[in-house]
C-alpha cells in the first residue's frame, strides 16, 4: 500500500469488480491505482468478456492485491452482476476499466460511511475532459435551455448559473432550487444541488462507486440491456433505498472515457432512452414519471436536433418515440421471453 501522508479513521471490507473487454492496457492502470491504494483490499475481480487477456505475468506485477481473473460473455451488465455475486467483501467499489483514482480515494468514502452509517452507496466526483478541462458537471448559464429543459421536463446535471433577472427564469431556479435532485415527471435525472461536503442525489454514475453488496443483489444489473449496458446504472440507482447515492466533493476520480468498444452517439442515445422506458415500465420507484411526459420530452429533443440540424440524431429520437408510442419497446418485449442482452438497431 502507498503511503501519502493520510491517517486513516475507518476500515471497509471492499472487493474490487471490473467488468472489461478488450482494453488491457486501460486495465493494467486501474490495477496500479489500486495497489497504491490506501485503504485495504480484500480482492479485485475482473471480469474479462474480450480477447486481448492479462496473463499470469501481468497479474504478478501487483504482489500486494489478491485478484481473481474470470471469463464472460460479452455484457457488461452480466459482468458485474457475476463480480458482485462471487465477492466476498460487505461493500463492493464499482469501478468502470478506464477509470483513473487517486490512493486515497477509498479511504475517503470509507471515512464519510464511518460518519454516516445510513449511506449505503458513495461516490466521488466523476471527471471527465470536456472542453479542455476535467468536469464533473455541465452548469447550465443559458436561460433559454434553463426553460427549454424546464418545459420538457429533461435532464440537468450541473447548477444553475444564469444570473438572468427575468421573471419566468427566476421562478424556474427557484423550482429547481425546492425540488433538490431529482427525478422529472418524464423519467430524466436532475442533478443541481452539489453543495456542501457531500450531495445526495437518486441516479449518479456507478463507475467509481463503493456499494453495500445487499443493495446491490437487491437491485441487480438488468441483463435484458445491450452488451455495453447503456443506461445500466440508472436503473440500478432507482433500486436503492431512499438514501440514494451520496456524492463526496472532496474525493474524485477521473473517467478516461476509453474509444474502444464505443458506440456512435445516435445509436446510444436511442438506447438510452430504451432503457430509461424499460425503467419506467419495470421499476416501481418510477411510478411517478410517466409515458406521457416522456414523449414530450422526445418531442423537445426532436426539436432540438432539427434545431442543430443533426439529421442522425432526429432519425434517432423519431423511431424511438415510435417505439414507446407503439410499445415496441425490444428490452421489455425480450425481457417478457426471458431472453437476455438484446442488441437494438437504428
Not at 38 to 61: K, M, N, Q, W
Amino acid at each position: 500500500m502507498a503511503d501519502v501522508g493520510y491517517s486513516p479513521i475507518y476500515t471497509m471490507d471492499i472487493s474490487v469488480v471490473i467488468p472489461t473487454c478488450n482494453r488491457k492496457q486501460r486495465v493494467l492502470l486501474l490495477l496500479q491505482n489500486l495497489h497504491q491504494s490506501v485503504h485495504p483490499i480484500r480482492e479485485v475481480i475482473i471480469v474479462d468478456s474480450g480477447e486481448d487477456r492479462l496473463s499470469v505475468t501481468d497479474l504478478a506485477a501487483f504482489p500486494g492485491l489478491s485478484v481473481h481473473y474470470l471469463s464472460s460473455e460479452k455484457s457488461v451488465c452480466i459482468q458485474r452482476n457475476k463480480g458482485i455475486q462471487m465477492a466476498g467483501g460487505e461493500w463492493i467499489f464499482l469501478c468502470d476499466d478506464d477509470i483513473e483514482m487517486p490512493a486515497d480515494y477509498l479511504q475517503k468514502i470509507a471515512d464519510h460511511v464511518a460518519g454516516h452509517p445510513e449511506a449505503g452507496a458513495v461516490s466521488g466526483l466523476v471527471m471527465q475532459w470536456v472542453a479542455d478541462a476535467w468536469k464533473a458537471d455541465y452548469a447550465v448559464h443559458s436561460p433559454f435551455a434553463l426553460v427549454w429543459s424546464y418545459v420538457f421536463k429533461l435532464s440537468i446535471w450541473g447548477q444553475i448559473l444564469c444570473g438572468s433577472n427575468n421573471l419566468l427564469v427566476r421562478r424556474v431556479t427557484s423550482y429547481y432550487q425546492r425540488k433538490g435532485n431529482h427525478i422529472t415527471k418524464a423519467g430524466w435525472p436532475v442533478v443541481t444541488n452539489f453543495n456542501g461536503a457531500y450531495f445526495s442525489t437518486p441516479v449518479y454514475g456507478l463507475g467509481a462507486s463503493v456499494i453495500r453488496k445487499e443493495w446491490l443483489l437487491r437491485s441487480p444489473y438488468e441483463e435484458v440491456l445491450d452488451r455495453h449496458g447503456i443506461g445500466d446504472n440508472y436503473g440500478v440507482s432507482v433500486g436503492f433505498p431512499a438514501t440514494g447515492v451520496h456524492v463526496l466533493n472532496d474525493a474524485f476520480v477521473y473517467h478516461h472515457q476509453a474509444p474502444e468498444n464505443r458506440l456512435r452517439r445516435p445509436l446510444t442515445y436511442y438506447r438510452r432512452m430504451l432503457a430509461l422506458h424499460y425503467f419506467m415500465k419495470t421499476k416501481t420507484q418510477l411510478r411517478s414519471a410517466s409515458k406521457t411526459w416522456l414523449l414530450w420530452s422526445l418531442t423537445g429533443n426532436i426539436l432540438s436536433f432539427i434545431r442543430m440540424r443533426d439529421g442522425a440524431m432526429v432519425r434517432a429520437a423519431m423511431k424511438t418515440f415510435w417505439q414507446i408510442t407503439w410499445e415496441k419497446n425490444p428490452y421489455y418485449k425480450a425481457a417478457k421471453a426471458n431472453k437476455k442482452v438484446v442488441e437494438p438497431v437504428l
